[in-house]
């Protein structure tokens, strides 16, 4: 019996302005996959994000085609509900003054922050604490975002993607702006929730962001899949030196990866 499929690509092609940022690309995920999207930047990793939320969509042509969970025709905000996603672009969107827990409420209305018009209910605020609580961040649920350090404010950003119980976090370079302690903290926070069941699709350029429970590793160079493949067979130091276009070394250790 085949496993769900959480996000199916076949033949896509996405165009940025004039530029091709996504060559003909295939891929399938599953759901409750942990899976990184490896590569440099420009390569076209987080096209691919905005792709699979419908933020953008592929070049028209016969054969090719984005679905999520099977179906192409979504409404964006019945998606939302169902995706966690975590981006830079969402993070630099967090500059104004802004609660802990509005940011997490606000996931419940694809916003940064409530306003006047929305409705919010007791359950609603019942699920954001639950959330920062997962997050470990209860304590910033009076903070206001621009007291936070990067570190509380990703954490802060992890729970409002969390607070739909969606199926599946996509991450787009989750490590941005984060110190070394930040940097450890986010992979345990990664780690408990990987081990919870959730699905996990981490795009990044940094292979050190990648947790022991990613298993599968998909390869991207100039808006093409070059790699596809079990972590261990995939991250290679000749096949990450040809990737980033410099001699590398590769070191494992407990399943954490680093280069140089």
């Given at each position: 019996m085949h496993s769900p499929v959480l996000i199916e690509f076949e033949h896509v092609s996405i165009m940025r302005g004039s530029v091709t940022a996504v060559r003909d690309v295939s891929l399938k995920i599953g759901v409750g996959?942990?899976?990184?999207?490896?590569?440099?930047?420009?390569?076209?990793k987080s096209t691919l994000v905005k792709a699979m939320s419908k933020e953008c969509n592929p070049v028209v042509e016969e054969g090719s085609w984005v679905r999520v969970f099977g179906r192409d025709d979504w409404n964006v905000f019945e998606?939302?509900?169902?995706?966690g996603i975590v981006s830079s672009d969402l993070m630099e969107?967090?500059?104004?003054?802004?609660?802990?827990?509005?940011?997490?409420?606000s996931g419940f209305f694809s916003t940064i922050g409530i306003w006047g018009y929305q409705n919010?209910?007791?359950?609603?605020?019942?699920?954001a604490e639950r959330a920062l609580e997962m997050m470990e961040s209860s304590h910033l649920a009076d903070r206001f975002t621009d007291e936070m350090s990067s570190g509380e404010a990703r954490r802060v950003l992890l729970a409002r993607a969390l607070v739909h119980d969606p199926r599946a976090l996509?991450?787009?370079e989750p490590s941005t702006a984060l110190d070394l302690s930040a940097q450890y903290e986010?992979?345990?926070?990664?780690?408990k929730l990987a081990r919870s069941g959730i699905g996990i699709v981490m795009v990044t350029h940094h292979l050190s962001d990648l947790i022991p429970e990613i298993e599968r590793v998909i390869l991207m160079s100039q808006g093409?899949?070059?790699a596809d493949g079990p972590s261990r067979e995939v991250l290679t130091a000749p096949r990450l030196s040809a990737l980033f276009g410099r001699p590398l070394e590769l070191l494992e250790r407990d399943g954490y990866y680093n280069l140089w």
């Open positions: 996959e942990h899976v990184a999207i490896l590569g440099p930047n420009g390569c076209g998606l939302r509900t169902m995706l969107r967090c500059t104004r003054m802004v609660s802990g827990r509005d940011i997490v409420l919010v209910t007791a359950d609603m605020i019942q699920r996509i991450l787009d986010l992979r345990a926070i990664l780690r093409a899949v070059v």
